[in-house]
């Protein structure tokens, strides 16, 4: 399929019956700006590789294997950053994730993130940011949120995706607490590898960044 046909399947219509896919009832559902902006970046590429390092959804897998038809590689570093609290070696959680990924740099076109720095350390975030700089391609994109509300929950947050436009929020237990709210100029120290393409704030209480780096 050439580049204009994949462009025009995002812009139109599909009959596929219910707009929206099958998704857990229950959880509320908020809109997304970034993710659009995410899926129209990657789909330029040609065939797209995404990586995402929340847990496996099924529906989001589908979401974007149709939007796409992009190879995904799933890393669940939630589940890590568990295993670490769990067995109280979280002081050597930096030095795992500078092992963590084999792939090769300017893998990926494009990495979600969803909100796995609200959970991270400065040092273990430093770390990540580091790698995934590395890992992604000139051009590529990352989308990462950040919570802008005062909460130390200890749930972590599943990111289902309905449509471009909306984002159901599942939580589930976590035995890392979400960290203290990195103030905007941290996060852009974060990534000086990357430019930030655009930012939202949304009534969910999240910042979404979609940052890009330079071709």
Known sequence: MSLLDRLATLKAPRDVG???PAVPTGDPVFSTKALRKFVASVVRREPPVLLDL??????NVSFFGEQLGCKIFVEDLFADLDRHVRSDSLDAFPEFLQKRF???P????????WDLFDHLDRRSAQVLAGELMRLLAPDGVLLAFFSTAPTRDARYTKFIIVDDSNIQHRSYPAARTRQANMPNR????????LRVSDSFL???NLREIL????A
């Open 54 to 59: 929340g847990p496996v959804v099924g529906t």
């Open 18 to 20: 219910p707009q929206r």
């Open 211 to 214: 940052f890009r780096k330079p």
């Open 186 to 193: 941290d996060i852009l120290r974060l990534f000086p590898g």
């Open 106 to 113: 300017g893998e990926f076109h494009g990495v979600l993130c």
């Open 102 to 104: 084999t792939k090769r």
């Open 202 to 204: 949304l009534q969910s």
